[in-house]
């Protein structure tokens, strides 16, 4: 304890001398105490240092004098259990080796926790706080089991967290690379022998295709310990064989690769099935087949290019669209135009309106078409003009002048996406040649790419997107869009990176609006077993504007005709309903409800499969929990050792209370004590002056 003052200290001799002047003046002369007997002399005395003890005090705390208290709290450690919960940990086990385990590490816990507080945790692809296992967790994370107990124990007294696993992740970053604060003491479960097992680790095809599409299906093929046999592969769909596969084992521990091709036939979605034949003694059959669904839709459509003049450009723009099975496009020039435009999906105008040519009745019907619209401006454009025309950007040029100006991406987009590859090759590719001049950009609008000129990255924009009530449109400015796709061809020997942009411009300009008033839709096509499945419904009036008024009823109807209804919840200004206690299989749903006097329907289909992600991979990863507990200070033992565990960890240092050192600091003022002790000094004072008839 130390006392603080706001004045030198010395000044405590003031008080001194003031409470001394002060009792000495009330008692040194006072006639009340005449009695010259030494009683009286004694009491005078007496009640002079009451006085001067009170007002010296008094005095003392005009200093505004503190305390301040040092105290020490301790902090007991902890140390973290945290269990594998995942499907794979029940392969490797037998009933006996799982009685063991169970037993030591029982006995461990137990005397781990006389001495220390411990937590239980349990984690599959999430983690919870539950000493309970049941080995039932379809998928396994353990970077964000680390993660969290990271977080969860942040700034406290951790001794260890003992991580038992058998270190297969099918989730989540590489544990090794989490942050982690704490010594983590790593328990080897599993095998990390190759058993006898042929698997499909994985079949790769796009989850959407286009009617009448070649479908590519790669599938991956892994077997141990079944060198001479063969691989006797099948892929069926509706109940039907499609394919039929025989394929040598060639290696001890053998990997291959083998392809399909399907023929997207008919709209939909569709469920295939892929199965190995199974071998004896396998650890796993699970993985001896895999689902995978595949949705086919229409979405054949029209772009019509119409252009001011022949241009290079133009045909870097038709060499990626004319080999895309799903977009048909046509060439027209403005002085030759005879298209109707409610017959094309899109319109991408070439330097229209130029300075040459005006287009004032096409670009009348364009506005009345409401057409989704491309403009690409350039050299030849008239900018006054496209000005009136369209909304993104307005562009005031200042004469003939241009600017060489390179595409650098903005990261605040997020209409679309584009790959890291094309963004990355994107600040190689040659300038463009654009306008010199101020450039306004609505507030509705979207900037893809900006220019930078020279070192100069301006907020002028290269390709900008906006969409105003439905329709949506871009502006592209710059000449020389050809040299883009010759350098890319030129610098990785593909056009992957021009053909992307082009693509999924298109792409967004191109989709089709839907005009229905009434709509539902899951939000995912394909699920996993157990996974939630999650329903959205939206009912428009005759303005468009979202309503929930009427109520919506949900029919669910799986393969075999059985029917499931449910209803939907309103929520602000539409319609939701979630479930997860559908089985696994191929579902149809229809949503019905009654609007002005009309009956309202929309359906659709989604999926459930088997995850089989904790069968893909059966070798247990036992180098990498070697790797977590050197990388944090901590041990690496076999699940038989368990049972020593709690000696380890009673022998090591760094596992004891932590103190910490805390101060409070209090005005003597505000002390009780001070108070009081003042009081009593003036009340004896008084009752002894009274006492001996002083007043």
């Not at 005397?111 to 507080?117: M, R």
């Not at 698997?199 to 599409?213: E, F, H, Q, S, T």
């Not at 064989?241 to 569709?270: C, R, V, Y």
Request: some cysteine; overall charge negative; proline content about 3%.
């Amino acid at each position: 304890m130390q006392i603080i003052f706001q004045y030198p200290a010395w000044f405590i001799l003031f008080c001194v001398l003031l409470g001394l002047v002060y009792a000495s003046v009330l008692y040194y002369k006072s006639d009340h105490f005449s009695d010259d007997t030494k009683n009286f002399t004694w009491t005078k005395r007496g009640l002079a240092l009451l006085r001067f003890l009170s007002g010296t005090l008094l005095a003392f705390l005009l200093l505004s004098p503190f305390i301040k208290s040092k105290f020490i709290d301790k902090i007991e450690p902890v140390i973290v259990f945290v269990h594998d919960n995942s499907e794979s940990i029940l392969l490797n086990l037998n009933s006996e080796d799982s009685a063991k385990y169970i037993k030591s590490t029982n006995d461990m816990l137990t005397n781990l926790s006389e001495k220390y507080q411990v937590d239980y945790y349990a984690f599959d692809d999430k983690i919870n706080e539950i000493d309970t296992l049941n080995f039932k967790g379809k998928s396994t994370n353990i970077s964000f089991a680390l993660d969290q107990i990271n977080g969860l124990y942040f700034n406290q007294n951790v001794g260890a967290v003992i991580f038992a696993t058998d270190g297969i992740y099918n989730q989540g970053n590489n544990p090794i690379y989490s942050d982690f604060n704490f010594p983590i003491y790593t328990v080897a479960l599993g095998d990390t022998n190759q058993q006898t097992d042929v698997k499909i680790v994985n079949a790769r095809a796009n989850k959407l295709a286009y009617l009448d599409d070649k479908v590519l299906v790669e599938v991956e093929l892994q077997a141990n310990h079944l060198q001479g046999k063969q691989y006797q592969l099948s892929l069926s769909g509706k109940n039907a064989l499609i394919f039929n596969k025989t394929i040598p084992i060639t290696k001890d521990f053998d990997e291959q690769k083998t392809t399909f091709t399907l023929d997207a036939k008919s709209i939909g979605i569709h469920r295939y099935i892929i199965e190995v034949q199974e071998f004896e003694n396998e650890i796993s059959l699970a993985n001896n087949r895999f689902e995978f669904y595949i949705e086919v839709i229409d979405n054949r459509q029209k772009i019509l290019l119409l252009a001011n003049a022949p241009h290079p450009d133009i045909a870097a723009i038709k060499s990626v669209i004319s080999v895309n099975k799903n977009f048909e496009i046509e060439i027209q020039y403005v002085q030759k135009m005879q298209a109707n435009l409610d017959d094309y999906s899109l319109l991408i105008m070439h330097q229209v309106p130029s300075e040459t040519q005006g287009a004032k009745n096409i670009l009348s019907n364009v506005k009345s078409s409401k057409i989704p619209t491309w403009y690409i401006a350039g050299s030849s454009t008239d900018y006054a003009s496209l000005n009136q025309e369209q909304n993104i950007v307005q562009i005031s040029t200042q004469g003939k002048n241009g600017n060489d100006a390179s595409a650098y991406f903005n990261a605040r987009f997020n209409t679309f996406n584009l790959s890291e590859n094309t963004i990355a090759i994107l600040k190689k590719f040659p300038p463009l040649l654009t306008p010199f001049g101020n450039y306004n950009l609505s507030p509705g609008s979207t900037v893809l790419f900006y220019q930078k000129i020279g070192t100069v990255q301006t907020e002028y924009p290269i390709l900008a997107f906006q969409e105003n009530l439905g329709i949506r449109s871009a502006l592209f400015v710059g000449d020389g869009l050809w040299r883009w796709k010759v350098y890319d061809f030129l610098e990785n020997n593909s056009n992957e990176v021009f053909n992307e942009i082009i693509e999924k411009t298109i792409n967004y300009l191109a989709l089709k609006g839907d005009k229905r008033k009434f709509r539902v839709k899951t939000n995912k096509s394909a699920y996993f077993d157990g996974e939630l499945v999650k329903f959205e419904a939206e009912l428009y009036n005759d303005n468009y504007e979202l309503i929930n008024g009427p109520e919506v009823s949900l029919l669910v109807t799986n393969e075999d005709g059985s029917e499931y209804p449910f209803n939907f919840i309103k929520s602000e200004k539409a319609y939701q309903f979630e479930t997860n206690s559908l089985a696994i299989g191929s579902y149809t749903y229809s949503a019905t409800t009654v609007f002005n006097g009309k009956t309202l329907e929309a359906a659709g289909a989604f999926s459930i499969a088997s995850m089989q992600l904790e069968a893909l991979q059966t070798e247990a990863n036992h180098n990498l929990l070697k790797q977590l507990s050197d990388k944090t200070g901590g041990a690496f033992m076999e699940a038989k050792d368990i049972g020593s565990l709690d000696e380890l960890l009673f022998s090591q240092e760094t596992i004891k209370p932590t103190l910490y050192e805390s101060f409070k600091t209090r005005s003597i003022i505000n002390l009780f004590g001070i108070f009081f002790l003042i009081m009593f000094l003036l009340s004896l004072e008084w009752f002894a002056r009274k006492w001996f008839g002083a007043y």
